[in-house]
């Protein structure tokens, strides 16, 4: 099966819905889910703070640079990413804030494919190589991803996500 990649600020208006429904279809393998979150950054998930509206996410995603891959005109997978930011406890860097394949596409090697186009892009254009992401210490399939990727550990935050669930962010030299 072929895949199309296509990098691009926003969102391009064919995807809208596919995008809309990808999220909605992933939202609870988050933790916490998307549509609790009011930021694609958030700081901090207090449970006390959480909303139901996955508009929040979504809007912020629009906002960032994007990598889509599609097959058969349908979407199979996107990474979201900002070109330079400074994080608390981090410092400056290229953040990848959210990388989701359809369910019926993993394993099939496009994660390891929307990281690499990331890192091409921040070569061709990016105003740094130092490129983070942070993901849950419970997160089996995004971990060895990352570990295979040639992520470095960098920060944790203990029991940030629940109790017994760490974040942890990642550095990756492209
Ligand atoms: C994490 C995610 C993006 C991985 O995408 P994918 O396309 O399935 O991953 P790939 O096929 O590129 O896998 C690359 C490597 O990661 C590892 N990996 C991926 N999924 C795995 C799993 N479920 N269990 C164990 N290892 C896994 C494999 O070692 C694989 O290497 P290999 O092909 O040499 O065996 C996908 O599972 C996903 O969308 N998860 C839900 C959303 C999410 O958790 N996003 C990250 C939030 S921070």
Request: aromatic share 10%.
């Amino acid at each position: 099966m072929g895949y199309e990649i296509l990098p691009q600020p926003g969102f391009p208006l064919s995807l809208e819905d596919e995008i809309s429904k990808l999220l909605k279809l992933v939202d609870h393998e988050f933790i916490p889910p998307l549509s609790s979150r009011n930021s694609t950054m958030q700081q901090v998930f207090n449970e006390s703070d959480r909303i139901d509206d996955m508009w929040f996410y979504h809007r912020q995603l629009r906002a960032q640079m994007n990598v889509f891959i599609v097959s058969e005109q349908k979407l199979a997978g996107l990474a979201s990413f900002n070109f330079l930011l400074h994080i608390p406890d981090i410092g400056e860097c290229a953040y990848l804030t959210t990388i989701i394949i359809h369910p019926s596409h993993r394993a099939k090697g496009l994660g390891r494919i929307l990281y690499e186009e990331v890192a091409k892009i921040l070569r061709d254009r990016g105003a740094t190589r130092r490129l983070v992401t942070r993901t849950w210490s419970t997160n089996h399939s995004h971990l060895p991803l990352l570990e295979k990727m040639g992520f470095r550990e960098i920060h944790r935050l203990k029991d940030h996500r629940a109790p017994g669930i760490d974040s942890i962010y990642f550095e990756w030299n492209v």
